[in-house]
């Protein structure tokens, strides 16, 4: 079947569709039904074929149970589904390439092939019932690297030789039993007596010496006791193996979530994680020496700063601060291409700090490239938010490394020599470089960055060594770049804010020529398309802090004088943007509320993402501060710009939204009407280590932060309607999180609130009813309470 929907046709359709009166009103029902079933599929997951002569996705255009794959043919120009006999003989995706783009290496089924871009035949390099993952090449390009189980291998592309590089052993070394002072005294007596035993112990020792000078030169064997390898990692000659020992806290109490809709009928336990606070895992930086068969330790105490105390334990005067070596992280090493540089990237574990440091695996020291400290927490585009992240990094040249950072506030890209310490900015501006792909000729950068405007994401391409950039992309919207083998190609997952994703592919402009994508795809069903959905407008207002925010705002023809305010959950996430939301359902449930006359507003509060750190870090040590007057503050905006009655605003979202809801009809009880919070955090001390402590340190540590932050300690403020929503199998935020809340809601003796429960819901539902439910809950609290 051929999909391909000429471009001109789409948007004649698409215009035709959206100037056109919707020919059915929106319901709850309606919108809320299985996407795949009346909304349709975006394509998904793009790559290329390794001739760049085709490109594959995930699709669901026939509305099966589950997406396919597909490819599209440059040639003939069609799509069609690959069976399952052609995806058995495709190579598999991604992998490593060799320094000239020749050939790549991946593995597929739990082996490793090799295809060559010659002839794009393809050589099986392993076939075992065994796992060989994370192959790469060698310094010299003549062997394969690869990891089976705990150990790296290396397999001679000439010879096929298999060699073992590692011995890491679980437990701990059998030692044989010490003899006491009666037991050698008896063996020396023995000995001194008897001639025949003094012979036969000399042959067994010289036989002995035989055996051991005629064994092979096996790599050291290495013990890891409790602790867990990763990270396994050989220098490009093969003379060093660097590794991660992490050993866990055991005593760290975990969470169970209780199911008691089963198949067996009884009641049955998930297991949960931990909460913030709770012990965490060491980690430990070690090298093997293959020359000299030792394995040595890398010590962080010599690290700039590792004793740095945090700005926030000023707040407690009378508390011991001594402060110890904190915890790091050590990510690579990454070897330049002739072997001769190393670079590691350290996190530490309270993610105050991120350090690039040149690594020397033969003295294990390490020299400064650059020290990012944040006393809130270190994050951003291509760097990552929590230490488990190495961010965005690699070689231009044997001196050259790049990196990402947000040392000016937003996440630029930089170079450093590492043998000078000189370090240059290749991008700067107040905005964000979000997605970064280097060229196989390392000349060029491709980047997607968010400089036309906060809610845009456009592909530009720059010279490696900085400077202007070319704009690819120019129509209003989102795109996701994958750029073909040969680099001839570039296609493009695309959307704005009332159409879904869907595939494009344009030639690679050699110049700053403008190029007009082809439209491959076309997903969306005509049910979905005989609604005019809006293209919300993109507003700015100003804070009480003079800041300012960007927010989509819904229009009714005919407003009904009353305002709701949606709250994005995730907290570092983008929503006021000029593209497809993740959170289509309230896209759809919003276009709902304005066809009856509600003002809706969706705003890219404080700790959103796509506005620099200062914005992402604007909530540190107080969550349902700056973030929750922000949406106060819009409410104030509403009253005057578009004659809202201020006793009829609500207030809904899931989450993150949840929880600022719940903040909202606690502490400025007077602003909203009603509320709904969906799965809300109410107490951060039981939400998880890695997002929390972040920004609010521990509980332990930081305990302001967590009392003024949390809902629970909040709920006497409560006046107005709360409706909370929340699947009892929620592994993320835990039911038990509003069982304590409305235990404490009926402890203060509140009336005006209602809990809804989702037997069978996980934090994001899966089924229809329970959207449906949810969902006309909030559409009822939203009628009867906003009169």
């Known amino acids: 079947m051929n999909y391909r929907f000429p471009f001109f046709l789409f948007l004649l359709f698409t215009n035709a569709s959206l100037s056109a009166q919707s020919l059915a009103p929106l319901t709850v029902e309606k919108i809320m039904r299985d996407p795949k079933m009346w909304i349709g599929t975006s394509p998904s997951d793009i790559t290329w074929a390794d001739n760049s002569a085709s490109v ?85 390009e003549k062997s394969v690297i690869f990891k089976r189980g705990n150990n790296l291998f290396s397999i001679s592309l000439s010879s096929g030789l298999l060699s073992q590089l590692t011995d890491f052993k679980t437990g701990n070394k059998k030692s044989e039993p010490k003899p006491d002072e009666s037991e050698k005294f008896l063996e020396a007596e023995q000995l001194a007596l008897f001639k025949v035993l003094q012979e036969r112990k000399s042959k067994k020792e010289a036989g002995k010496k035989i055996s051991e000078a005629e064994k092979p030169a096996y790599p050291k064997e290495i013990y890891l006791g409790e602790k867990a390898v990763s990270n396994q990692q050989a220098s490009p000659d093969n003379h060093f193996v660097t590794y991660r020992l992490t050993k866990p806290d055991k ?254 592919i344009m030639n690679n402009p050699k110049s700053d020529e403008i190029i007009k994508p082809e439209l491959i795809t076309r997903s969306t069903s005509a049910e979905f398309n ?108 509403l009253i005057s710009n578009y004659k809202i009655n201020l006793e009829k605003i609500g207030i809904y979202g899931g989450s993150y939204g949840g929880f600022i809801t719940l903040m909202a009809l606690f502490t400025t009880p007077d602003v909203f009407k009603a509320g709904a919070a969906l799965r809300p955090v109410t107490d951060w001390s039981a939400y998880n280590h890695g997002y929390t402590s972040n920004i609010l340190n521990l509980p332990q540590t930081d305990s302001l932060a967590y009392r003024r932050s949390s809902p629970v300690y909040h709920a006497a403020g409560l006046k107005s309607h709360l409706l909370i929503c929340h699947g009892m199998l929620d592994v993320n935020v835990h039911y038990q999180d509003v069982v304590r809340l409305s235990q404490r809601l009926i402890e203060l003796g509140k009336e005006n609130w209602e809990l809804a429960s989702y037997p069978m819901e996980d934090h994001a539902f899966t089924e229809a009813s329970s959207w449906t439910d949810e969902y006309k809950r909030i559409l009822k609290l939203f009628e009867e309470q906003l009169k």
């Open 56 to 140: 594959y996705f995930e699709w669901n255009p026939d509305k099966n149970p589950g997406d396919s794959l597909y490819n599209y043919s440059l040639g003939t120009k069609k799509i069609s589904k690959v069976t399952l006999e052609e995806r058995k003989r495709m190579p598999g995706k991604n992998g490593v390439y060799n320094r000239l783009h020749t050939a790549r290496l991946y593995e597929k089924k739990d082996d490793i092939f090799l295809i060559s871009y010659k002839d794009f035949s393809i050589r099986q390099l392993t076939n075992t019932v065994e796992k060989e993952q994370d192959p790469e090449f060698s310094g010299d």
């Open 251 to 504: 005593s760290a109490k975990t969470t169970n979530i209780p199911e008691y809709v089963t198949e067996s009928g009884f009641t049955e336990d998930i297991p949960g994680r931990t909460k913030v606070g709770a012990p965490t895992s060491d980690y430990e930086f070690w090298v093997y020496d293959a020359k000299k068969d030792t394995a040595r330790m890398v010590s962080a105490k010599d690290i700039p700063g590792i004793r740095d105390k945090p700005d926030f334990l000023k707040d407690y005067p009378n508390r011991d601060t001594v402060q110890m070596d904190r915890k790091v992280i050590f990510h690579g090493p990454y070897w330049s291409e002739n072997g001769q540089q190393a670079v590691v990237i350290i996190r530490s574990t309270d993610n105050k700090d991120r350090w690039i440091m040149a690594f020397d695996p033969d003295s294990l020291s390490l020299k400064l490239l650059d020290r990012q400290r944040d006393e809130a927490w270190i994050g951003g585009p291509g760097i990552g938010n929590y230490p488990m992240s190495a961010g965005v990094s690699g070689w231009l040249d044997n001196r050259t490394f790049y990196f990402q950072s947000e040392e000016t506030g937003y996440s630029h890209l930089y170079a450093v020599d590492v043998l000078t310490g000189v370090k240059s900015a290749l991008t700067a501006g107040k905005f964000e470089v979000q997605n970064v792909i280097l060229s196989a000729s390392k000349k060029q950068f491709y980047l997607i960055t968010n400089e036309v405007h906060p809610g845009e994401q456009h592909v530009y391409r720059m010279s490696a060594k900085g400077g202007n950039r070319i704009r690819l992309t120019h129509n209003p919207g989102a795109h996701e770049v994958t750029l073909s083998p040969d680099e001839s190609k570039i296609a493009l997952r695309y959307s704005n804010s009332n159409t879904p994703w869907e595939l494009y």
């Open 530 to 637: 005989s609604y005019a959905w809006r293209k919300a407008k993109i507003v700015t207002f100003k804070t009480g802090d003079e800041k300012e925010v960007y927010a989509r705002i819904y229009e009714p023809v005919k407003s009904n004088g009353k305002a709701v305010i949606f709250v994005h959950g995730a907290g570092y996430l983008q929503n006021a943007h000029h593209w497809w939301s993740q959170y289509f359902r309230e896209y759809m449930f919003n276009n709902l509320l304005t066809d009856l006359g509600y003002t809706v507003l969706d705003m890219d509060y404080r700790a959103s993402s796509g506005y620099g750190r200062d914005w992402r870090t604007g909530i540190y040590r107080h969550m349902g501060g700056k973030d929750l007057t922000d949406h106060t503050d819009g409410a104030k905006w």
